[in-house]
């Protein structure tokens, strides 16, 4: 069982880094001048977009969304509804973090809106996918030993990789060195991208290595 998890998790993780791969690559054939730097907002949005199309995708097929109590039409409706809520209101939630941490707040608010929609999509986007808008199973996922399931890690270790990688990326930005990738939010975003990554390769490994010290709670 474990086992059967883990590579699923190892399978779900290598698309959806493959699904970034082909969001930065593809763009280039398309689009005049494309690239991570030059047109940083339009890789975002397209890392962003693919991201959060591949990850409901893939987790839908997988089964790993928790199951409805309800089959009727305006549950489902209901439940899309809340979700496409959430996500906007956690951008709001980001953005107006990444201002109280020192981004501008009206002269650049494009650049730090899209880096909120950015940590979103790598974020809330795979709190939703795993446990639904359900805000009581986010609380317990993330407060100690509230983890259920190898997928609760996981998420756990993915949300904190990244979000410690976007705050990493601040680091460089205020050095005068002038380089391309210190212009806001460059540096913040290919921070969160690069702990995103290291996220979805260490979860399964970490959880591998620990999974006879790991124990879960019946839900």
């Not at 969304?65 to 709001?92: E, I, Q």
């Not at 997928?151 to 205020?174: H, K, N």
């Amino acid at each position: 069982m474990w086992d059967h998890e883990i590579r699923a998790m190892a399978s779900t993780h290598a698309v959806i880094a493959a699904s970034v791969f082909m969001a930065t690559v593809i763009p280039v054939m398309f689009v005049p001048g494309f690239s991570v730097y030059g047109t940083h907002l339009l890789w975002i949005y397209s890392v962003s977009g693919s991201v959060s199309a591949v990850s409901v995708a893939v987790f839908w097929l997988l089964g790993i969304s928790p199951p409805t109590k309800k089959h009727t039409l305006g549950y489902k409706l209901s439940r899309l509804f809340r979700s496409c809520l959430y996500f906007f209101l956690s951008c709001l939630f980001f953005h107006t973090v990444v201002v109280l941490y020192g981004a501008p707040l009206i002269e650049s608010a494009l650049e730090t809106f899209s880096l909120a929609v950015f940590l979103t999509s790598l974020t809330t986007l795979r709190c939703l996918c795993v446990l639904g808008p359900n805000v009581q199973a986010w609380i317990r996922v993330f407060s100690r030993h509230g983890a259920m399931s190898v997928w609760d890690t996981c998420l756990q270790i993915t949300v904190a990789c990244t979000l410690v990688g976007a705050w990493t990326g601040a680091f460089p930005i205020p050095l005068d060195w002038d380089r391309p990738w210190q212009v806001w939010p460059v540096s913040c975003s290919l921070g969160a991208m690069i702990g995103y990554l290291t996220g979805l390769v260490a979860a399964p490994v970490w959880i591998h290595y620990h999974r006879k010290q790991l124990t879960y709670k019946c839900k």
